[in-house]
């Protein structure tokens, strides 16, 4: 994939050279002196960087020849969206004039498991190639082979088995390029969560154990971290608890050898009770419906994860009427003085749904008839998203269980009950299809 990006970003440099020369008075065999050299565009780079990246130097002679290989530099690299180049001579001295537009996108760098060096190690050996690295790069162009190179090289230096690669990273609100070692033995000797204390630092590690079976990676620590055990604050009211990003330093100790002892510090904030809730937007449910729903009183502690589950039960609740796509936004607002949180939520509730049909397939009519007269949701009630739970608990099952006592055989059934909604209509038709476990 690398490779044909590599191509194509060649053959788009070559039709901008190909424009470049053709409005560029200097013969291809005419060589002058570059006098002058000047830059027009340039915003994050510097001029001195660029023009080390061209391998033009002032005093040099230079011809079309020269000039295309230097603007050839300039695009590999992948900085560069756009290049043009123009030649102003007086008798046998060139100004040349680089007209640029830098790429609109140069992601952060971000290495991801390389524990062996510090951070003035790795950028000292990628500014040997890369002269302008800053901490950013292109996700295409040389750029990134050139960082990649320089890695394996600091990796060879100090005898480091391992490969390179990159890969363009993408999460929930950032972009990165991401450089990592594979093929290295990197366990995880020990964690430290440094400012815990309403949770106890034995209950963070007891909560993840499943990193000590894997090999270190900074991403998915610090993509474990959040999901596994913000909860465990959340529960005790912590609501505002965050994780700083996971630092490794190398194990020296013989037991567990080459690996690393991992840090993570946390903020832990205040814990917080619960004060009100706040409700607008609701119409069909009450103030009292949708407090009784989510389940928090006054001077409870604001267990996080209790009001996650609460608003699926106000969810739940909207169902019941026919609303089967609310949406609740929360906002909390904190009361530091008071040890208190107060949600205001802002609620859409949605169309209303109407029972459409009842599809019932894979059995004989008769015995679907007899399923569907134990279907009491009539075609156009407000549709009842609760109901079709009970349904699959209570008359389906027992339906299942009378139709293999009368069948006297060993053949098994399959059951799957979709709903299938109609936005224009306003109903749900309801699927329920038997298959033979053995098809």
């Not at 969560?193 to 949770?199: E, L, R």
């Amino acid at each position: 994939m690398r490779y044909i990006i590599s191509v194509n970003y060649r053959m788009a440099a070559a039709a901008l050279l190909a424009l470049a020369l053709m409005s560029m008075p200097l013969g291809a065999q005419e060589r002058q002196t570059l006098g002058r050299l000047e830059f027009v565009g340039l915003k994050r780079l510097t001029r001195d960087q660029v023009v080390a990246m061209s391998g033009l130097k002032v005093g040099q002679p230079i011809d079309a020849n020269i000039l295309d290989a230097a603007a050839g530099e300039l695009l590999k690299t992948g900085l560069f969206r756009r290049l043009s180049y123009r030649v102003h001579s007086a008798g046998n001295q060139a100004v040349v004039t680089f007209q640029v537009e830098e790429s609109a996108v140069s992601l952060p760098v971000v290495f991801e498991n390389f524990v062996w060096f510090s951070d003035e190690e790795i950028l000292a050996a990628i500014r040997k190639d890369v002269i302008f690295f800053s901490g950013t790069s292109p996700a295409s162009g040389e750029t990134p082979d050139k960082i990649a190179a320089a890695l394996q090289r600091l990796l060879t230096e100090k005898h480091i088995a391992g490969h390179v690669d990159y890969l363009p990273y993408v999460s929930k609100d950032k972009q990165e390029l991401l450089f990592t070692v594979t093929g290295a033995h990197i366990p995880i000797c020990s964690l430290h969560f440094p400012g815990a204390s309403a949770v106890p630092e034995a209950e963070l590690i007891k909560a993840s154990q499943p990193l000590f079976h894997s090999e270190y990676s900074q991403k998915d620590t610090a993509t474990f971290v959040p999901l596994n055990l913000l909860p465990l604050y959340r529960r005790v009211g912590h609501l505002r608890a965050e994780f700083q990003p996971p630092s490794a330093t190398l194990e020296t100790g013989a037991q567990c050898g080459g690996g690393v002892n991992v840090t993570i510090p946390v903020t832990e904030g205040a814990g917080y009770r619960w004060a009100k809730s706040i409700w607008d937007g609701n119409d069909k449910l009450t103030v009292e419906d949708l407090a009784t729903a989510l389940g928090m009183n006054p001077g409870d502690v604001a267990d996080g994860v209790k009001i996650d589950t609460g608003l699926k039960n106000v969810q739940k609740a909207y169902g019941t009427r026919g609303f089967l796509r609310p949406t609740i936004e929360a906002a909390p607002e904190y009361d530091d003085s008071a040890s208190l949180v107060t949600y205001r939520f802002k609620v859409n509730e949605g169309p209303r749904y109407f029972m459409g049909n009842l599809i019932v397939s894979g059995l004989p009519a008769a015995e679907a008839d007899e399923l569907k007269s134990k279907w009491t949701l009539g075609t156009n009630a407000v549709f009842d998203q609760s109901y079709v739970d009970q349904f699959r608990q209570g008359p389906l099952r027992e339906f299942m269980r009378t139709l293999m006592q009368r069948s006297r055989s060993s053949v098994r059934f399959n059951v799957q009950l979709d709903q299938k909604a109609d936005n224009q209509k306003l109903t749900v038709d309801v699927l329920i299809n038997f298959k033979p476990a053995n098809s």
